[in-house]
């Protein structure tokens, strides 16, 4: 005769991690977009300013790279952004055909209050998981980056 009593656990466990992974960066992105309302940008023009505040001038292919998007893509948004005042195209020294994304004064405002914004909502989020835990996300994160490309 088996036993009747059956040990509950707090939750489902998770099915998949990529479905976990999607609806926490909807979660997030939500979130990001509320903190950062006032600035009146999509999510792919604060990926591509988070991704130039160090202030850095950067190629289309290496900004692509960094926020994750194929350079035709990020046209339109780099059109956008420069059409707003926050980026500049220009030139590298050298090379005609390399294009230089820089931030203008108003742009490196903007990726400042952005890079501000996105420090603390991180901070609050992991708040409680130790380093361990951290750098665990981290290689989950690079193993699903580097699968993809």
């Given at each position: 005769?088996?036993?009747?009593?059956?040990?509950?656990?707090?939750?489902?466990?998770?099915?998949?991690?990529?479905?976990?992974?999607?609806?926490?960066?909807?979660?997030?992105?939500?979130?990001?977009?509320?903190?950062?309302?006032?600035?009146?940008?999509?999510?792919?023009?604060?990926?591509?300013?988070?991704?130039?505040?160090?202030?850095?001038?950067?190629?289309?292919?290496?900004?692509?790279?960094?926020?994750?998007?194929?350079?035709?893509?990020?046209?339109?948004?780099?059109?956008?952004?420069?059409?707003?005042?926050?980026?500049?195209?220009?030139?590298?020294?050298?090379?005609?055909?390399?294009?230089?994304?820089?931030?203008?004064p108003a742009g490196r405002r903007a990726a400042?209050?952005?890079?501000?914004?996105?420090?603390?909502?991180?901070?609050?989020?992991?708040?409680?998981?130790?380093?361990?835990?951290?750098?665990?996300?981290?290689?989950?994160?690079?193993?699903?980056?580097?699968?993809?490309?």
């Open positions: 005769m088996k036993s009747a009593s059956v040990q509950s656990e707090p939750g489902p466990p998770e099915r998949s991690a990529l479905l976990a992974l999607q609806r926490a960066t909807h979660a997030t992105l939500q979130l990001i977009a509320a903190e950062l309302a006032g600035l009146e940008l999509t999510a792919s023009e604060t990926n591509a300013l988070a991704n130039l505040a160090d202030g850095r001038a950067r190629t289309v292919s290496e900004l692509g790279t960094g926020t994750g998007t194929r350079p035709t893509t990020l046209t339109g948004v780099l059109d956008r952004l420069e059409r707003r005042g926050h980026i500049t195209r220009g030139t590298r020294v050298g090379d005609r055909r390399s294009v230089l994304i820089e931030l203008t400042e209050t952005i890079r501000q914004t996105l420090t603390a909502l991180e901070k609050r989020a992991l708040s409680g998981l130790s380093a361990t835990e951290v750098a665990g996300f981290h290689a989950v994160l690079r193993a699903l980056t580097e699968v993809s490309a």
